[in-house]
């Protein structure tokens, strides 16, 4: 028997010399150093006169836990990007860089001067899970030879043959950065981008994405770390989180029910795909889909039957025998009808159409977003104002219209393309309320598909 054994290996000393600098940079924000209060007076002066004269915002507020904040509010294309600078050091960082000459751009964590002609933007890896920023640092400058590059050293210029484009490195991010994108969890690698010529934040942005998207593309074709731009922390929707209805100790119950085990997976799929709108609405349709057949039958089993039943029908008709056949088209995936009729055949079937309109209007936010002239204007509309309505057929016409604008595809009746739903769009940021819709919808069928609980299969 091969005795079992931990071999811990020691970090190499680059290892421990960037350990030792992720370390002091996490507690920066939670550590403050000691301040004298006239010098952070100063500097908050100082920031109000720069503010002034460049035209930029700034404020004093409160925090909800009754600290004093100061915030800088400087221009990010047509709006404005709040720095809250709630620890004194912060206060002394953003004064001693000159912050009035960048702008932000907008969705990611970015600074740009065009009267400089640069543009330094944060990379983070995605696809690994929760790393520290000094994993990438580590995955970029591996010399070959079991350590890491330091120092100048430490960075990738990719120049062009070409005179004239602009300079492209990736290396540690600059200390103007460092001190105007402020967060515990900030990245260790930027983008950086010199000799631009830009003068409007629409420019800036489209060379920024152009240069990241074919960097980063050869960059995963050479088997490196799968790195994006890293973008703006926006505040969670506090807002439409579900209130606990009752105690979890209290209502949990041994299982009397289980579940088909692709949708089930399907559906924890949806749950984990945070910040990515377009995947996790795709997974909660995927889990209705998956019962199209069983109900999309059922559906057609009941046409079958009204046209049977009718005493006018005539089995050596052609015209009768074709609305057998209409009742019953079969699909190359086995389900009966086209897929919008077969989501509404599913909806049908697994929603009440009680429970589904008190679902809707269950906050005042969601009822807004469905009755709003504005809200998703190439989407079908549910006729909310109509108390008597059977919302089940608009709600399967609205997910279905989403679904078609996700992955590109005609509707069944044909017409014309749909407008194409994009990553990180404006448009993908305002499906919240459509995920939520969908996920319910997800839930409801699960639970009409589940099956008596066995502790042995």
């Known amino acids: 028997m091969v005795p079992f054994a931990i071999i811990f290996s020691m ?33 908050k002066n100082s920031i109000r006169a720069r503010c002034k004269v460049a035209g930029l915002l700034v404020e004093d ?17 047509r709006e404005h990007r709040w720095l809250s600078l709630s620890e004194d050091q912060q206060i002394i960082d953003v004064c001693s860089v000159q912050f009035e000459r960048f702008v932000f751009l907008s969705d990611f964590q970015a600074i740009c001067s065009y009267a400089d002609g640069y543009i330094e933007a944060g990379i983070r890896q995605i696809g690994t899970g929760i790393t520290p ?43 103007q950065y460092a001190k105007m994108i402020y967060h515990r969890f900030s990245v260790l690698v930027t983008l950086k981008i010199s000799g631009c010529k830009i003068a409007t934040h629409d420019q800036a942005l489209s060379l920024l994405k ?9 960059i995963d074709l050479l088997s490196g770390p799968v790195v994006t731009l890293d973008r ?42 945070f910040g990515m709108p377009l995947l996790q ?31 006018t029908f005539r089995g050596d008709r052609d015209a009768d025998i074709g609305k057998l056949l209409s009742a019953i088209h079969v699909s190359r995936s086995g389900t009966f009808g086209d897929e919008r009729s077969q989501l509404r055949a599913t909806l049908s079937e697994c929603i009440d159409p009680k429970a589904l309109r008190e679902f809707l209007e269950s906050t005042e936010e969601r009822k807004q977003f469905y009755t709003a002239k504005g ?35 005609k509707g069944d009746s044909g017409g014309e393309d749909p407008i194409l739903l994009l990553p990180y769009s404006p448009e993908a940021r305002q499906l919240a309320i459509d995920i939520e819709l969908v996920q319910y919808l997800a839930q409801s069928v699960l639970i009409s598909g589940s099956t008596p609980f066995r502790a042995q299969s």
């Not at 010399?17 to 500097?43: C, H, M, N, Q």
């Not at 409160?62 to 800088?72: H, P, S, T």
């Not at 609405?281 to 009941?302: G, N, P």
């Not at 079908?380 to 679904?403: C, E, F, G, M, Q």
């Open 11 to 43: 970090p190499e000393q680059d290892d421990l010399d960037r350990g030792k600098e992720e370390r002091a940079y996490l507690t920066t924000a939670s550590v403050e150093p000691s301040i004298p209060a006239e010098e952070i007076e100063a500097a």
């Open 375 to 409: 809200a998703g204007q190439s989407l079908h509309k549910i006729p909310l104002s109509n108390p008597v309505t059977d919302l089940r057929n608009d709600v399967a016409d609205r997910v279905y219209d989403i679904r078609c604008r996700i992955v590109h595809t």
């Open 210 to 218: 152009k240069t990241a998207d074919s960097i980063f593309f050869q």
């Open 133 to 175: 920023p000094s994993f990438l640092f580590r995955r970029l400058f591996d010399n070959g030879a079991g350590g890491i590059y330091k120092g100048e050293e430490a960075n990738i210029i990719v120049k062009s043959d070409e005179e004239g484009l602009p300079r492209v490195e990736i290396s540690k991010r600059s200390e």
């Open 281 to 311: 609405f795709l997974a909660f349709y995927q889990v209705i889909e998956f019962y199209f057949t069983t109900y999309s039958k059922a559906e057609a089993q009941r046409k079958l039957k009204v046209i049977l039943k009718d005493p």
């Open 61 to 77: 507020s409160v925090r909800i836990d009754g600290k004093q904040l100061f915030r800088l509010g400087l221009k990010n294309g």
């Open 232 to 273: 703006e922390r926006m505040p969670p929707g506090g807002s439409r989180r579900s209130q606990i209805k009752s105690s979890i100790k209290e209502s949990l119950q041994y299982p009397k029910t289980e579940y088909d085990e692709a949708p089930i997976s399907l559906y924890w799929y949806g749950r984990s795909a």
